[in-house]
């Protein structure tokens, strides 16, 4: 689905070269859940049981301003730039 998305950005002549994105998807099979996401989105589970109600953080946003983050954008011949 990502990459149907990124085909139709590419071809509508936006200039989105120094954008950014998000987008979280989420499928559920067989009581099996296959979550994706991308730049600054969250999935989180919330489980409800008879002592306790928890919201159970599943994924983490793509950020650069995580160290981690950031390195692997610069790695893959990105740029992080801080914009006033």
């Known amino acids: 689905m990502y990459k149907q998305v990124e085909l139709k950005l590419k071809s509508s002549g936006i200039d989105y070269s120094n ?3 998000c987008a979280l998807g989420v ?3 067989n009581n099996t859940a296959f979550i994706s996401n991308l730049g600054n989105s969250r999935a989180v589970l919330y489980r409800k ?3 306790d109600n928890m919201a ?3 994924t983490y946003d793509h950020n650069p301003n995580r160290p981690d983050e950031k390195e692997r954008i610069i790695n893959l011949g990105g740029k992080v ?3 006033i």
């Open 19 to 21: 954008s950014g994105t």
């Open 27 to 29: 499928l559920i099979e």
């Open 49 to 51: 049981n008879n002592k």
């Open 56 to 58: 159970i953080e599943i």
């Open 81 to 83: 730039e801080k914009v």
